[in-house]
């Protein structure tokens, strides 16, 4: 069974810093990997998603994320953050024939001014 | 209207009411799930319908009933709800089989429950 570990319940960072989020998967066979977005009382959003090809994916609002194999990781970044990207992250996990996404425990992210 | 609807935003009940949230998918999707998320807990998948049949119901108490009448309208019906119920339940549509995995799901906006 697939599943996923954010071991990072929050994370505070200043305004212009750049942030990663950490996103580790348990999974036999090719992850299908998601991140998303959830600003404060609203629903979640896709930021970016892998399922092939090159490793390293370029999502919305100036995230990539790069897939690594070997760490069975799916790490999120963006090199400078704004204010507006204070949210909770998720990362989810799919799998070929599965009828639900897996997701992470989030993290919460504070920005700093 | 496009998207993953969700009715109402906002709910106040108290413990022996009776009252439904609504789901309404314009995409085109197939399967459609309900989640619980409350302060300081990960998501919790409730129930999950592929094709209109529920597929999943993961220990939810009998007090959430949920009904998928079609691929395009989900509810879940509320009765004699308790405190700790009070959350944001968040719907969310997919298509079944390969598309589930290249392209996710997609979130309605919540509806925000609190047990009075």
């Known amino acids: 069974a697939q599943s996923v570990t954010q071991p990072d319940i929050h994370i505070t960072v200043s305004e212009g810093a750049s942030l990663e989020l950490r996103c580790n998967y348990s999974?036999?066979?090719?992850?299908?990997l998601f991140w998303y977005v959830q600003s404060p009382g609203q629903g979640l959003q896709l930021l970016l998603k892998?399922?092939?090809?090159?490793?390293l994916v370029q999502g919305i609002k100036g995230f990539e994320a790069e897939f690594k194999r070997s760490q069975s990781s799916f790490n999120l970044r963006k090199p400078s953050v704004h204010w507006s990207d204070a949210a909770e992250y998720f990362c989810?996990?799919?799998?070929?024939?599965?009828?639900?996404?897996?997701f992470g425990q989030g993290t919460r992210l504070t920005i700093n001014p | 209207e496009t998207g993953v609807t969700q009715t109402p935003r906002h709910l106040v009940m108290g413990m022996t009411n009776k009252k439904s949230l609504k789901c309404e998918q314009h995409?085109?999707?197939?399967?459609m799930y309900w989640y619980k998320q409350s302060a300081k807990k990960p998501l919790e998948l409730m129930f999950v319908?592929?094709?209109?049949?529920?597929?999943e119901n993961n220990s939810v108490p009998s007090r959430f009933s949920p009904e998928c009448p079609n691929s395009s309208h989900l509810f879940l019906h509320l009765h004699t709800l308790q405190p700790e119920d009070s959350a944001l339940y968040l719907c969310?549509?997919?298509?079944?089989?390969?598309?589930?995995?290249?392209?996710?799901?997609?979130f309605g906006s919540g509806t925000r429950l609190t047990v009075v």
């Open positions: 892998y399922f092939s090809g090159d490793t």
């Open positions: 989810a996990v799919g799998a070929r024939g599965a009828q639900k996404l897996v």
């Open positions: 999974y036999g066979a090719t992850p299908y």
């Open positions: 969310a549509s997919s298509q079944v089989g390969d598309a589930l995995t290249n392209y996710g799901y997609t």
């Open positions: 995409l085109g999707h197939n399967a």
């Open positions: 319908y592929s094709l209109e049949e529920r597929v």
